[in-house]
């Protein structure tokens, strides 16, 4: 699927894979919302400590594998020994914690793709591999620029992306209100989508982002009474943790 094919709205996003029935960021939990027929699947990127991409959501180990600690201080070869199955359900024992090159190989243009690029990983000084360049080459190696989307919590990773392909679409993601000092950084950088908390969301700026060309994805709805909510507001999709629920509620 690529941003250029017909997209169904609301466009419903599988949130860190399918999240509320598998452990969230592996190939299993993307393969299951793929399943779950959602149309585009969110994950989270950061470092190694010898710099590979590889996607977790944390900073530290502890919540979603058996090891501890801060992930930057393990290499691939380390991280890859963990088990990031078990914690959720025994029976996913022996899940590992893919690379963002595993991740493209697997699902290969058959979903659409959100990369938030962590915070945590930006690195001010721009290095020859800085998370948000290698990111970026990644995509366009496994020729998959049309199906991804790239967003982050630091603007300065937006614009970099932009910086390296121009043709990029990018996502403007925002914890709180969309402040103006964010709004000014990014708005020549014409944004895709907006991608906020859900919780932030107005029906006026809802209209204000469309008046922009700018569609509207909040994040992370598992409630019917929020999504209907948000769909009456004219959101074009949302983030969810369980694909398969909002789909059969929606459609
Ligand atoms: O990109 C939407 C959402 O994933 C942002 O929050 O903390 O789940 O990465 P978080
Ligand atoms: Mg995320």
Not at 73 to 82: D, G, I, N, Q, T
Not at 123 to 140: C, H, R, T, W
Not at 178 to 195: G, H, I, Q, R, V
Request: hydrophobic share 40%; proline share 4%.
């Amino acid at each position: 699927m690529k941003f250029t094919s017909d997209l169904t709205s609301p466009l419903i996003i599988a949130h860190r894979g399918f999240r509320s029935k598998y452990p969230e960021n592996t190939l299993t939990a993307f393969e299951a919302a793929i399943d779950a027929g959602a149309k585009m699947i969110e994950l989270d990127v950061t470092l190694s400590k010898d710099r590979e991409v590889i996607v977790i959501h944390d900073d530290t180990l502890d919540r979603t594998t058996n090891g501890k600690g801060p992930v930057k201080k393990y290499s691939l070869a380390e991280l890859k020994r963990l088990d990031a199955g078990s914690w959720f359900d025994s029976s996913f024992k022996g899940e590992q914690i893919p690379t963002l090159g595993q991740v493209l190989d697997l699902i290969k243009n058959r979903i659409l793709l959100n990369i938030e690029i962590k915070k945590s990983a930006y690195e001010s000084d721009s290095p020859n591999d800085a998370i948000e360049k290698q990111v970026a080459g990644l995509v366009s190696m496994a020729g998959c620029l049309d199906s991804v989307l790239f967003s982050s919590f630091e603007p300065a990773i937006l614009k970099s992306i932009v910086k390296i392909e121009n043709r990029s679409r990018i996502a403007l993601l925002t914890e709180k209100p969309l402040a103006k000092k964010t709004w000014e950084f990014c708005k020549d950088l014409t944004p895709f989508s907006w991608n906020p908390d859900y919780r932030s969301v107005t029906e006026g700026r809802v209209q204000e982002m469309h008046g922009k060309n700018i569609r509207v994805f909040p994040y992370t709805v598992n409630s019917l009474s929020d999504a209907k909510r948000l769909v009456e507001m004219g959101v074009d999709g949302f983030f969810t943790d369980d694909p398969a629920l909002m789909i059969s509620l929606l459609f």
